[in-house]
Structures are given as structure tokens and as C-alpha cells.
């Protein structure tokens, strides 16, 4: 089952900031949040991930609170191409189950 | 190609047939995992290689179920007796050796069973 509950849906106006929480209360001390999306008709897609410390790449911003138990995706400026369900996922760190847990994601719709 | 691809895209078989679903994963990549996705439903977890040994099978819905993963390349997720129930995508995705971050996905094999 996954550890992670997100809301079941979103909207964001293109050009403004969508902000996708996910809760992991039960998260161990070593494991990672990761991000992935899923554009309609397509495979899923990594976007970030991180363990304690925020992180930001080309794509998104992760913002994990200092207890863990939550974190919040980023993305600064959406487009209408953001638009697509975004998975957040609890991963054990090297050693433990490989296997990548998808709950059922928030769908995020950038409005024009 | 440099991604994952899945072979074929579209599958149409009738009930009570076998089928092969093909997955070539990124040349390098030494895990392997198979996913399926029914319509409107998140996605679900069947089975994952490291090479070719299968260390977490517990995703496989049935023994009609099996896959196989030769020479730490291609897959193949065979399903047996088919049944209506089985109507879905089935995704692979790859990712490289020790503890690499980003998993990569095919586009899907989606399987209709009439």
C-alpha cells in the first residue's frame, strides 16, 4: 500500500505557482520522497526527489517539512503542459524493497 | 533508442488466449520493473528484476501471471488464460545500477481482452 496520501485533484492558472502537497507521516528516517508525473496517454515521469534537505532542479522545487511527515511540489511558473496526475512516493533508501509504491496521485489542471 | 520501449502497443486478444508483452529496457540498466494501469486507476505494481532474478514478485494478481527477464536486457510479461479483469497498460520502466535515482517508462503496452 502506499505511504503517501495527496488530494485527488487541483487547478492552477497558467503562469501562476502550483503547489502539490503530499503527506508521509508514517515515513521512516531513511527513506526518500520522490516525484513523478504522469502526462495523459504517457509513462510516468521522475521529476524530483529528496530526503531531509529542499530541493530544486530544472523542473520543480520540493519543499519537505522539517519532521518529514509532509512535503509540497513546486512547480514555479506552470504551463499548460504541466497539466497531468502527479505521484508522490515513499523509497526505502539502497539495501531495502526496490519496488516503487504509485497511490492514486493528485490530477493537476493548469487553466489557461 | 535511448528510452525504454514496449512491444506491441496495442494488444486485442479474446478471452482465454496467452499473451506477450515485450519490454527493452535502457542498455546499462539493471532494474527492471512491470506496472499496470486500468483506466482511471493509479498505478499498480507487478513484479521487479535486478538482472535477471525477480527479488519481489509480489505484484503478480495470479499464477496466470509470470515474467521473465533474460540476459539483464529484454523482458517479457506473459499472461495466461486471459480474462476480461486483465484489460489494462502495462508499463515497464528501467533504472540504472546501484542506488540511481530516476526510473525511466515506456509508453505502455495497453492490452484489451474481448
Known amino acids: 500500500d502506499a505511504k503517501t496520501t495527496q488530494p485527488p485533484s487541483m487547478d492552477c492558472a497558467e503562469g501562476r505557482a502550483a503547489n502539490l502537497p503530499c503527506n508521509h507521516s508514517t515515513i521512516s528516517g531513511n527513506e526518500y520522497v520522490y516525484w513523478y508525473r504522469q502526462i495523459h496517454s504517457q509513462g510516468p515521469q521522475y521529476i524530483i526527489h529528496g530526503l531531509k534537505n529542499n530541493e530544486t532542479n530544472e523542473m520543480a522545487s520540493l519543499i519537505i517539512t522539517e519532521d518529514r511527515k509532509s512535503s509540497t511540489l513546486i512547480l514555479p511558473h506552470a504551463t499548460l503542459r504541466d497539466t497531468a496526475v502527479y505521484y508522490c512516493?515513499?523509497?526505502?533508501?539502497?539495501?531495502?524493497?526496490?519496488?516503487?509504491?504509485f497511490g492514486k496521485g493528485t490530477k493537476l489542471t493548469v487553466n489557461p | 533508442g535511448a528510452g525504454v520501449s514496449q512491444s506491441p502497443s496495442n494488444k486485442v486478444t479474446e478471452k482465454g488466449k496467452d499473451v506477450e508483452l515485450r519490454c527493452d529496457p535502457i542498455?546499462?540498466?539493471?532494474?527492471l520493473y512491470w506496472y499496470r494501469q486500468s483506466l482511471g486507476q493509479g498505478l499498480e505494481f507487478l513484479i521487479y528484476f535486478q538482472g535477471n532474478s525477480a527479488p519481489d514478485k509480489s505484484g503478480l494478481p495470479s499464477d496466470r501471471f509470470s515474467a521473465e527477464r533474460t540476459g539483464g536486457s529484454v523482458s517479457t510479461l506473459t499472461i495466461q488464460r486471459t480474462q476480461q479483469e486483465d484489460s489494462a497498460v502495462y508499463l515497464c520502466?528501467?533504472?540504472?545500477?546501484?542506488?540511481?535515482?530516476?526510473?525511466?517508462f515506456g509508453q505502455g503496452t495497453r492490452l484489451t481482452v474481448v
Open positions: 512516493i515513499v523509497r526505502p533508501p539502497q539495501g531495502g524493497s526496490e519496488k516503487l509504491v
Open positions: 542498455s546499462g540498466h539493471t532494474a
Open positions: 520502466a528501467s533504472r540504472g545500477g546501484g542506488w540511481a535515482p530516476e526510473a525511466f
